[in-house]
């Protein structure tokens, strides 16, 4: 199942909202469901960069969810020029990876505990193989030009436009 914040696994439709994880009952007929949400897992934190959770349910039941960095890249003072990541990276305890919850149980609480990688600045991608090995794609640091402008010139940023960016392949 992709990453989205939304997916369908044995008979329930699961979605991502604000700070939790929950579930519907698909009807026997027709696909909109009708009753209540069921939470699978709460407490997600939702403070920062990024707030959202996207997420995917592997064949035997396990709940991956991502949960992005709070900041760009762990700076004391987020997003701005010359100022280095704290070491270690505090954010780390509770973001930057990806946590493991049960899809088939309910009212589980978001925990460090359950933590199942770690460096994932901020996973998007999340989706499985034929053998069911899991794979997850991630988004860098942003601003790197900005941010570090001695390290990054023009032709090297990432922040400009296509038209803009100028590569010399001799």
């Given at each position: 199942?992709?990453?989205?914040?939304?997916?369908v696994?044995?008979?329930?439709?699961?979605?991502?909202?604000?700070?939790?994880?929950?579930?519907?009952?698909?009807?026997?007929?027709?696909?909109?469901?009708?009753?209540?949400?069921?939470?699978?897992v709460?407490?997600?934190?939702?403070?920062?960069?990024?707030?959202?959770?996207?997420?995917?349910?592997?064949?035997?039941?396990?709940?991956y969810?991502?949960?992005g960095?709070?900041?760009?890249?762990?700076?004391?003072?987020?997003?701005?020029?010359?100022?280095?990541?704290?070491?270690?990276?505090?954010?780390?305890?509770?973001?930057?990876?990806?946590?493991?919850?049960?899809?088939?149980?309910l009212?589980?609480?978001?925990?460090?505990?359950?933590?199942?990688?770690?460096?994932l600045?901020?996973?998007?991608?999340?989706?499985?193989?034929s053998?069911?090995?899991?794979?997850?794609?991630?988004?860098?640091?942003?601003?790197?030009?900005?941010?570090?402008?001695?390290?990054?010139?023009i032709?090297?940023?990432?922040?400009?436009?296509?038209?803009?960016?100028?590569?010399?392949?001799?």
């Amino acid at each position: 199942m992709n990453s989205t914040g939304i997916a369908v696994y044995k008979g329930y439709l699961y979605a991502e909202t604000n700070n939790r994880i929950v579930r519907y009952a698909l009807p026997k007929t027709g696909i909109a469901p009708t009753g209540t949400a069921q939470t699978v897992v709460l407490g997600l934190p939702l403070t920062g960069d990024h707030p959202m959770h996207p997420f995917a349910i592997g064949a035997a039941g396990n709940l991956y969810v991502d949960l992005g960095s709070a900041t760009n890249s762990c700076q004391s003072e987020n997003r701005m020029p010359n100022v280095p990541g704290n070491k270690p990276c505090t954010e780390l305890k509770t973001r930057g990876g990806t946590w493991r919850y049960d899809a088939n149980r309910l009212n589980q609480h978001f925990s460090p505990a359950e933590r199942f990688v770690t460096g994932l600045r901020n996973g998007e991608g999340i989706s499985f193989d034929s053998a069911g090995r899991i794979f997850a794609t991630q988004h860098g640091r942003d601003q790197l030009g900005q941010n570090w402008p001695k390290l990054y010139t023009i032709k090297q940023s990432a922040e400009q436009p296509a038209e803009e960016l100028v590569i010399d392949l001799r």
